[in-house]
């Protein structure tokens, strides 16, 4: 795995779980085309995989 990895909230949680929105609230993605970039844990990788659907990953 990279060290680092990016990623871009591209769609809306509006209309999501409860559930989801807190898991992209601890990601950090409160707005839309909010990029962030965070090391890459197996943890990280958990919480991105429940909202692959709204997020663009980009590996560093």
């Known amino acids: ?5 990016t990623f871009t909230l591209v769609k ?7 559930k989801i929105r807190a898991t992209l609230i601890g990601l950090g993605l409160t707005k839309m085309n909010k990029t962030i970039t965070r090391k890459d844990t197996r943890e990280l ?6 909202v ?3 997020v663009r990953i980009e590996e560093a």
């Open 1 to 5: 795995m990279a060290e680092t990895i």
């Open 12 to 18: 809306s949680g509006i209309g999501s779980t409860q």
């Open 45 to 50: 990788r958990g919480m991105l995989g429940k």
């Open 52 to 54: 692959q659907h709204l």
